[in-house]
Nanobody, 124 residues
Framework: VQLQASGGGSVQAGGSLRLSCAAS????????MGWFRQAPGKEREFVAA????????YYSDSVKGRFTISRDNAENLVYLQMDSLKPEDTAVYYC??????????????????WGQGTQVTVSS
């Protein structure tokens, strides 16, 4: 499956952005979908994930209550709504697809397919 992320940009602290990830070339509903991010000089980290049908979502503690992941299986899209953004949210954001087990949904090594990344910059 090929993934194309979009929607990044520059915002002030407290603002919002909505990231989108379009999937093609595979059966989208077969994949867990996740968002990860990587700040300069830091390792890539888990942000959020959603199960195949969209009924369950998972978040890192740092974004819980501010970010919302969702998916549209009819349109092969996954979204990350980011509200109350903070400067520490500044990073390149990646969408990814996994066919692994649910227990590994937060583990980036379980994701086989990755999008190209989209830059999010939050200024104070």
């Amino acid at each position: 499956v090929q993934l194309q992320a979009s929607g990044g940009g520059s915002v002030q602290a407290g603002g919002s952005l909505r990231l989108s990830c379009a999937a093609s070339g595979g059966t989208f509903r077969n994949y867990y979908m996740g968002w990860f991010r990587q700040a300069p000089g830091k390792e890539r980290e888990f942000v959020a994930a959603v199960t195949r049908g969209g009924s369950s979502t998972y978040y890192s503690d740092s974004v819980k209550g501010r970010f919302t992941i969702s998916r549209d299986n009819a349109e092969n899209l996954v979204y990350l709504q980011m509200d109350s953004l903070k400067p520490e949210d500044t990073a390149v954001y990646y969408c990814a697809a996994s066919t692994s087990v649910l227990s590994a949904i937060r583990d980036l090594t379980s994701y086989r397919y990755w999008g190209q990344g989209t830059q999010v910059t939050v200024s104070s």
